[in-house]
């Protein structure tokens, strides 16, 4: 199983990001797949769930109506659009294809500042 995150980096407040998740070892299709999240000093967050056909999604109470969550199963790949970012967002972010992130691969620290 891999999975590597990209599209983090440093924006300002109200700002966004794009992040992917490409996977590859494992039948990509078939599985829920979650965003998580780590900030400095605290412990995994999961951010986010969506179904195999990506027609169902779930948010946590601190990202919803911000953070969108797609899939495209033709490309073996996970987004997260995260839209009106703030400094709390800060951590670095992870794909998973299960809810605790133990598959979890390589990070994408994303930074909220001015």
């Known amino acids: 199983v891999q999975l590597q995150a990209s599209g983090g980096g440093l924006v300002q407040p109200g700002g966004s990001l794009r992040l992917s998740c490409a996977a590859s070892g494992f039948a990509f299709s078939r599985q829920w797949m979650y965003w998580l999240r780590q900030a400095p000093g605290k412990g995994l967050e999961r951010v986010s769930s969506?179904?195999?056909?990506?027609?169902?999604?779930v948010y946590a109470d601190s990202v919803k109506d911000r953070f969108t969550i797609s899939r495209d199963n033709a490309k073996n790949t996970l987004y997260l659009q995260m839209n009106s970012l703030k400094s709390e967002d800060t951590a670095v972010y992870y794909c998973?294809?299960?809810?605790?992130?133990?598959?979890r691969g390589q990070g994408t620290q994303v930074t909220v500042s001015s």
């Open positions: 998973a294809k299960d809810q605790g992130g133990l598959t």
């Open positions: 969506i179904n195999t056909r990506g027609d169902f999604t």
